[in-house]
């Protein structure tokens, strides 16, 4: 075999696919399993396997899998083996072999496919795994001499805490013995740290530990192994260090190349150099696997690893941008491994380039107010810490490791005080800003300083490849999805957000709006349609293509209608808010007095004129001062940078706007105004539809139109005539009802006259309107003898109508009458002379009404 790292990776792989173990893929850095941050280990995507949650979809496996980890980052580039990110060589049994299969596996390989000597080789296995210790040296034939026992600390696995429940077990390691020139002899045991090197580690998952802490066997026992990568090729290359490979010497070189300085020559800078190195390894391929520098979780590792390589050059004098120059190293080197590298290649570069710059704004004012710290107190103070971070951006770690070269201390508690008490005011700040509801703002910025603004596609397509920036909780079951990209318009300029989904290979989103979460940052607001998706996930962003074709007719649309104004009722109309919706449009203009019906009709046939003339639909970006010369008229409410996107809607409309529109004005369709009315001093409103909508509109007209005239038994052309002779009947109709009326009023008032008492008639009558009991009441009161009356009913039972007539010669006041007494019906009313009329809503109140009437005229 080669001693190459492709040769490597392809011997392990193919040895245990000969011997019946299925090839699986790298898992991502960022796991599936929520209870850790990063892929630490081959087993992690295997874990719901191994718990049983999931029923494996083969018994045997083996995988090169990605992994990071910063348990040593306090030591990387001053050890010759330990890395950030790494690869991770394994072998997994699920219920089939377990120790007797996975130790002559493991042997074989080393020995007969690497080549390496036997005699080399030292095995560990846990204190009390008798089983291991028999098999090592009866079944693979290693001596006992060179098989060591260690405890729970070296050679025992949990899932989680060691001593907690869950499936757990001893594990055996082997190691590589370099020789006398790297420390003394006695094995992983007794040697030096440096001459053994462990390059396997073999995990037995034999017991179920209880709550009680006692070990129950599980009827299915797995294997989990990994065989470090970055270790067992210096071996195979006569080697010591990982930095002396192909893996990191192209990244250390590259690291040369950016400071100057050789590698080599002085083991400072050496240090300096490997931890570029191996930083330039992490940060690649984090963020080719969707981290994002942030303040929070794997963002904030990836934040500290990005500064640390930038400190580390600064040091150096490095004043120019080196993470791009890294990354590039680290492509060239590892690209033909890991083909994602080369594929998100811009994008990485793009991410940490953004990230170093941010960081070198502040990088030599923080050094210089630490360097100042130091000097005058011979410590970092808490607040002074905190300060650092807050305002220079150093991660706490960064202070620690800078103020531990110096030998001095940082004052932790002092720097958690510190946060704790911004957190808190922020909390409160918060809930001024929000009465109580907090919302997500400072989120937001880190959201925009992390990866700047979003860049909108929708302008030349409605579905776009993207990669999930961030999710965050909305509440009601919704979340906000953040892209790097999107053609999802945001809410903006009168025109909505569009709606549409989102798509990941774990999960879909139905998005129900766009807005914009700060200053060119897409918020889309959307519920999770099924699974799950997650920040870094690769996505595929498409909009609602049919509403945003309506809501482009209307918005267009809207700009012919402002220039048709402009044009009929003058040049003082002046755009002062809009709404371009799918369904409808609503243009606000300045106008003192309501837009006239000819008028109306008149900017109406301009519009549709312009759309018949199907003129090309022009958006171009040009400066703020050119597009003003050019005439380009400005929206009410919009801001404007010095360079602005002009809209020439044909060769006579010419706005500054930022909105989606057709490619041609005979794309909107007919234009039909609905209605126009005032919504205070000098402000007009238009309503008016577009496109389909207008031609549904006019459907439900022709409907209705057609509904009429059947009932008219009339062509629709004929139903103004037909109408106006319906007319004609029902007034002659009523005029006959009322004659009939006033008979039977007539006929009816002479018996009701005969109940006066003391001239008077106080009567309830349900069942008639207020017009004929009015002049029921004018009836009675003409009889002789008469000098009032008052008549009080339900015409429907639910309302109530008072009626009053007095003689003129009583001397009695109609209104005065009635006017208590609708007050008792829960109504009002009245009128001065001898005729009074009142109304109300209180049924159950007219007996008392009628008892406040005869008390007025002493009847009581």
């Not at 087993?43 to 348990?71: H, I, N, W």
């Not at 238009?686 to 409907?703: M, N, P, S, Y």
């Not at 006929?747 to 349900?766: M, P």
């Amino acid at each position: 075999m080669d001693a190459t790292a492709a040769s490597l990776r392809n011997a392990f792989v193919d040895f245990f696919v000969e011997r019946g173990h299925t090839p699986v893929p790298s898992s991502s850095l960022i796991p599936h399993d929520k209870t850790v941050l990063f892929t630490v280990a081959g087993m992690v995507q295997f874990k719901p396997y191994f718990l049983g949650d999931e029923v494996a979809p083969f018994s045997r496996a083996t995988t090169v899998q990605k992994c990071f980890r910063t348990l040593d980052i306090d030591i990387i580039g001053t050890t010759a083996r330990h890395c950030t990110f790494f690869e991770m060589l394994g072998n997994f049994s699920f219920g089939d072999y377990f120790k007797e299969g996975a130790l002559p596996f493991a042997w074989e390989l080393v020995t007969e496919v690497l080549g390496l000597d036997p005699e080399r080789l030292w095995v560990t296995v846990h204190e009390t795994d008798d089983e291991a210790a028999d098999l090592w040296h009866r079944l693979v034939g290693v001596p006992t001499e060179r098989i060591q026992r260690l405890g729970d600390e070296d050679n025992w696995w949990a899932m989680g805490d060691k001593y907690g429940p869950g499936p757990c077990g001893p594990c055996s390691e082997i190691y590589y013995d370099l020789g006398p020139d790297y420390g003394p002899d006695g094995g992983p045991l007794h040697g030096g740290e440096n001459r053994f090197v462990e390059i396997w580690n073999l995990v037995f998952m034999q017991y179920n530990r209880m709550p009680d802490k006692s070990l129950v066997e599980l009827p299915k026992k797995n294997i989990d192994t990994g065989a470090g990568f970055e270790r067992i090729l210096p071996i195979l290359q006569g080697g010591y260090s990982v930095f002396e490979t192909e893996l990191m010497r192209p990244m250390v070189a590259a690291a040369e190349r950016i400071t100057g300085r050789r590698y080599g020559d002085d083991e400072r800078v050496d240090v300096s150099l490997r931890i570029m190195g191996d930083h330039a390894r992490a940060m690649s391929f984090l963020v080719s696997d969707g981290v994002f520098p942030s303040n929070e979780d794997r963002g904030y590792v990836l934040r500290r690893i990005v500064r640390r390589a930038v400190r580390h050059g600064f040091q150096l004098g490095v004043e120019k941008l080196l993470t791009p120059t890294l990354v590039e190293a680290t492509v060239d080197t590892l690209g033909e491994a890991w083909p994602d590298l080369v594929r998100n290649r811009d994008f990485v570069v793009d991410v940490v380039t953004r990230e170093e710059e941010r960081f070198r704004q502040t990088l030599k004012s923080g050094s210089t107010i630490l360097d100042e710290e130091i000097g005058r107190a011979g410590r970092v103070s808490g607040p002074a810490a905190f300060r650092l971070h807050d305002t220079f951006g150093f991660p706490i770690e960064l202070t620690t490791e800078i103020a531990g070269e110096r030998g001095v201390d940082v004052d932790l508690p002092g720097f958690q005080e510190s946060m704790e008490e911004q957190r808190r005011r922020a909390k409160e700040d918060r809930k001024a800003a929000s009465g109580g509801n907090a919302v997500p703002t400072e989120a937001y910025r880190d959201i925009l300083d992390e990866f700047g603004t979003t860049e909108f596609t929708g302008y030349a397509e409605y579905e776009s490849k993207a990669r999930v920036l961030a999710v965050v909780p909305a509440g009601d079951e919704r979340v906000e999805i953040f892209l790097d990209r999107t053609p999802f318009y945001a809410e903006g300029g009168g025109q909505v957000g569009d709606t549409g989904t989102i798509t990941t290979p774990t999960g879909t989103a139905r998005v129900l709006d766009t807005t914009y979460a700060l200053p060119g940052l897409h918020r889309h607001t959307a519920q999770l349609a099924e699974g799950e998706i997650t920040a870094g996930q690769e996505a595929t962003a498409a909009i609602d293509a049919d509403r945003r074709e309506a809501i482009r007719r209307n918005h267009t649309g809207t700009h012919l209608l402002h220039w048709a104004l402009r044009e009929v009722i003058g040049t003082h109309v002046k755009q002062q808010g809009s709404l371009v919706a799918p369904e409808y449009l609503r243009f606000d203009f300045s106008h003192h007095s309501p837009v006239g019906d000819e008028e109306l009709a008149r900017i109406e046939a301009m519009v549709n004129e312009r759309i018949l003339a199907n003129e090309p639909v022009r958006a171009y970006e040009t400066s703020k001062d050119q597009a003003e010369q050019l005439g380009a008229i400005a929206f009410f409410g919009d801001k404007y940078g010095d360079y602005v996107r002009v809209v020439e809607a044909g060769t006579r409309s010419m706005e500054l706007c930022g909105g989606t529109h057709v490619g041609a004005l005979g794309m909107i369709g007919p234009v039909k105004v609905l209605s126009e009315s005032s919504i205070g001093s000098n402000m007009r409103r238009i309503f008016a539809l577009t496109g389909a909508a207008t031609l549904d509109h006019f459907r439900q007209e022709e409907r209705l139109l057609a509904q009429a005239a059947d009932l008219l038994r009339a062509k629709p052309e004929e139903l103004p005539d037909a109408v106006q002779r319906t007319l004609q009947k029902q007034k002659a109709l009523e005029d006959e009802l009322k004659g009939l009326r006033a008979q039977v009023a007539k006929a009816e008032s002479g018996t009701l006259a005969a109940e006066a008492v003391d001239g008077c008639v106080v009567l309830r009558r349900d069942g008639m309107a207020q017009d004929q009991l009015r002049d029921l009441a004018l009836a009675i009161r003409d009889q002789p003898g008469v000098r009032a009356v008052v008549l009080v009913g339900t015409p429907d039972g639910e309302r109530v109508a008072l009626v009053a007539a007095t003689a003129k010669e009583s001397g009695l006041q109609a209104g005065a009458l009635i006017g208590e007494a609708a007050k008792a019906v829960g109504g009002g009313g009245g009128g001065k002379g001898d005729v009074a009329v009142a109304g109300g809503k209180d049924v159950t109140g007219i007996d008392r009404a009628l008892e406040i009437v005869r008390a007025a005229l002493g009847l009581a």
